[in-house]
């Protein structure tokens, strides 16, 4: 089943609503879980992935690791973000093998270069611990952790460095943090993060 998905504005009271909003949507939410991609037709999945893939093929070329990571991301995004914005939701069946393609692509592209993928591996490790930190306060779930971990390892196969990783970073928590004042002020009381850590991936990948 997915892990519980939640932006940083909101602290411990989003957190209990969370829990109820879990407990009311009942088997629709652990559904999610078992199959996430029912959530979005399968041809708007297909075009957004379509267009994501191509998106990183033109600007990084269509090596193998670039094709394996940011291939696997694309085909996901859209499945994640509708997952996530109806069930608070980020389904472990979508984000954990991407971890097996992003590492793929990155032993890969250290075997082409002659080098252990030392580098790589201390990057995504520093990304999950910054964002276990984080959760541990009970200002983000673990699928955004996880999450987080897999699009860091994907973007360290398509060669993205340490300053494009911190920027997507970067335009996740502004992009959520603008959203949930406003949701704050309208009287919500939950943002989700997957969506916005998505749209940093993908800007980081696409701007030049």
Request: proline share 5%; aromatic share 4%; net charge positive.
């Amino acid at each position: 089943m997915g892990e519980k998905s939640r932006s940083t504005a909101g602290g411990g009271r989003v957190a209990g609503g969370c829990e109820s909003g879990d407990r009311a949507s009942g088997g629709r939410a652990r559904s999610v879980g078992r199959a996430g991609s029912r959530l979005v037709p399968t041809g708007a999945t297909l075009g957004a992935a379509l267009a994501l893939g191509l998106l990183a093929v033109v600007r990084w070329g269509p090596g193998p690791p670039v094709v394996l990571a940011c291939g696997y991301v694309a085909a996901v995004t859209l499945p994640l973000c509708v997952a996530d914005l109806r069930e608070r939701r980020l389904p472990n069946v979508l984000v954990l093998p991407g971890f097996v393609f992003a590492a793929t692509g990155v032993v890969g592209r250290a075997l082409a270069r002659g080098s252990p993928p030392l580098a790589e591996v201390v990057l995504c490790s520093a990304v999950v611990a910054t964002f276990a930190v984080v959760a541990a306060s009970e200002g983000m779930g673990m699928g955004d952790v996880k999450l987080a971990g897999m699009l860091a390892l994907a973007a360290t196969s398509a060669g993205l460095g340490a300053e494009r990783i911190a920027a997507a970073a970067g335009v996740a928590f502004l992009g959520a943090g603008v959203v949930a004042l406003g949701v704050l002020h309208t009287g919500g009381r939950e943002v989700p993060l997957g969506p916005f850590l998505l749209l940093g991936f993908w800007a980081a990948v696409g701007v030049r």
